[in-house]
Nanobody
Framework: QVQLVESGGGLVQAGGSLRLSCAAS????????MGWFRQAPGKEREFVAG????????NYADSVKGRFTISRDNAKNTGFLQMNSLKPEDTAVYYC??????????????????WGKGTLVTVSS
């Protein structure tokens, strides 16, 4: 199995940028596809972005397309979410997750097998 730890969250003004990291330990990160999800107060956890094991395929929620970029560095067992042009509605706890099917691009919470504990992103207006 794999353990995931997110970092990089914080407070940023609208229009700003943040880069989230997801550090993996345990089994090699390259065995998994990876996704980023978020949960705002009072709302369900939702899909943000997904990437296959080798970065060959990616997928994004419509709400973040053109602003967020998912990537990974398997040699460093780390995944990333670059977030630009942040909006107050992006405020949420962001979670990294891994899917044991490495060639499947994550698109929802139900296919994910392992989860980190999350990092809080707050975007002020």
């Amino acid at each position: 199995q794999v353990q995931l730890v997110e970092s990089g969250g914080g407070l940023v003004q609208a229009g700003g940028s943040l880069r989230l990291s997801c550090a993996a330990s345990g089994r090699s990160f390259s065995y998994y596809s990876m996704g980023w999800f978020r949960q705002a107060p009072g709302k369900e956890r939702e899909f943000v972005a997904g990437i296959t094991w080798n970065g060959g395929s990616t997928n994004y929620a419509d709400s973040v397309k053109g602003r967020f970029t998912i990537s990974r560095d398997n040699a460093k067992n780390t995944g990333f979410l670059q977030m630009n042009s942040l909006k107050p509605e992006d405020t949420a706890v962001y979670y990294c997750a891994a899917d044991r099917t490495p060639y499947r691009v994550p698109v929802d919470t139900q296919t994910m097998d392992y989860w980190g504990k999350g990092t809080l992103v707050t975007v002020s207006s």
